[in-house]
Every structure is written in C-alpha cells, then in structure tokens.
C-alpha cells in the first residue's frame, strides 16, 4: 500500500539544539516529495521540493534531504519561532499532481 | 508564488444545511484541489477541481456530498452538503501554477457542524 509516515509525532527542543525529522515513504514511481510547515489555524506554508536521491535543499535554519527511501529534515540550531507542524508529502505515479500527506509532526522549540 | 483566498474563514453550521467554500486565486493557474483536515489528522485530497468539466473525485468522496464548480482558471467552490457533525474539519483548496510542481495552499476553512 502506497503510504508517507512521519517520525516522531511530536518533538520538543530547547532552543539552539540541532534535529531532524523523518519522513519514509512506500510508493511506486516517486515523481516529487514535498516538505511543508503548518502553523495552528492556517494552511501549509511550502518550504521544499525534492525530486531525486541525493538531492538535499536548504532554507535559513532547515535543510532537506532526500534517499530512496526517506526524507530527512534537519533543523540546525532552532529558534521558538520555529514551532510548527511539520508535514510532508509525495507525488508518485502518473501525470497527475496529486499529494498524500504524512500525518506531520509536531516540533515545539522552547527558549 | 500564488496568493489564494478562501471565504468564509471558518463557520458553524447545524446539521443538514449546506455550506458552499470559494477559493480565489490571483492567477491563472493549471490545476485547483480541494482537501480536508479532520482534527488532529493530515490533509486528505476530496478532489481535482477541473476547469469546465467535472471534478475529478478521491476514493471515498462522492459528488452529491462535496459538489464543485470550476467555471474559470481563478476560481472554484466546493459545498458540503447535508452536513452532519463528522464533517466538521478544515477545508484547504491548493493550487499548481503552470510549469511548475509545488503546490500552494489556501489559509483554510474552519467548520463546525453542531
């Protein structure tokens, strides 16, 4: 069954204390996998893009990777703005642009 | 990117009405989805919005129950239908501008259904 899962569900960091999130994925033909971040009442806020293994972007205090397998999102010395869900999604298959979202996680950054 | 808006912001409606959610895009673009987020959980797709035709619609959504319109390259709508309180989510509509992949997300509905 084709499926996008997010490890851990919930991370707590104090500021400055560098991390990564998981995002594994079981899907024929990955065509692009997306890295967003959603803050409490609004919609996801698109951050990455990754298209082949190896690949790896980067943006301010995160940096996204990519394996044939996973994606990783690291966040080096994090600030309580920070704070949000993390979610990530993939497109596979077809000529169609369609997402299946992990479930996310959730990433509290304290001072 | 696209700046897309979603009215109305959030509502609270009684079981068995019917509520009906714009999504404005101040671009013209290729592809317009709509999802859901239940509480607690990630986004599910409900369907593609395709311009001039009808949706295209995601095992388990059915068009009586989330009917939407496309009738230009900016604009869509999706009705939730005689709602009952297992509806009550975050409705998001997304879009993908030409020649590109990511997609954007609009702020999101918030409904309450009592």
């Known amino acids: 069954e084709d499926q996008v899962t997010q490890s851990p569900e919930a991370l707590r960091l104090q500021e400055g204390e560098s991390s990564s999130l998981n995002c594994s994925y079981t899907?024929?033909?990955?065509?692009?996998l997306f890295w967003y971040r959603q803050d409490p009442g609004k919609g996801p806020e698109f951050l990455f893009t990754?298209?082949?293994a190896g690949e790896e972007k980067e943006k301010e205090r995160l940096k996204a990777t990519l394996t044939k397998k996973e994606s990783f999102l690291h966040i080096t010395a994090p600030k309580p703005e920070d704070s949000a869900t993390y979610l990530c999604?993939?497109?596979?298959?077809?000529?169609?642009?369609?997402?299946?979202f992990g479930t996310g996680t959730l990433l509290a950054v304290q001072p | 990117s696209a700046v897309i808006s979603q009215k109305p912001s959030r509502d609270i409606c009684q079981r068995g009405t019917s509520l009906t959610i714009q999504c404005q895009v101040d671009?013209?673009?290729?592809?317009m989805f709509w999802y859901r987020q239940q509480p607690g959980q990630s986004l599910t797709l409900i369907a593609t919005?395709?311009?001039?035709?009808?949706?295209?619609?995601e095992s388990g959504f059915v068009i009586d129950k989330f009917p939407i319109s496309r009738p230009n390259l900016t604009f869509s709508t999706l009705t939730v239908s005689n709602m009952s309180p297992e509806d009550s989510s975050i409705y998001l509509c997304?879009?993908?501008?030409?020649?590109?992949?990511?997609?954007?997300f609009g702020p999101g509905t918030r409904l309450t259904v009592t």
């Open positions: 997304s879009v993908v501008q030409q020649g590109a992949g990511e997609q954007y």
């Open positions: 899907v024929s033909g990955l065509r692009g």
């Open positions: 990754l298209y082949s």
């Open positions: 999604a993939v497109q596979y298959g077809g000529a169609t642009n369609k997402l299946i």
């Open positions: 671009s013209q673009v290729t592809m």
């Open positions: 919005a395709n311009q001039g035709s009808e949706a295209t619609y």
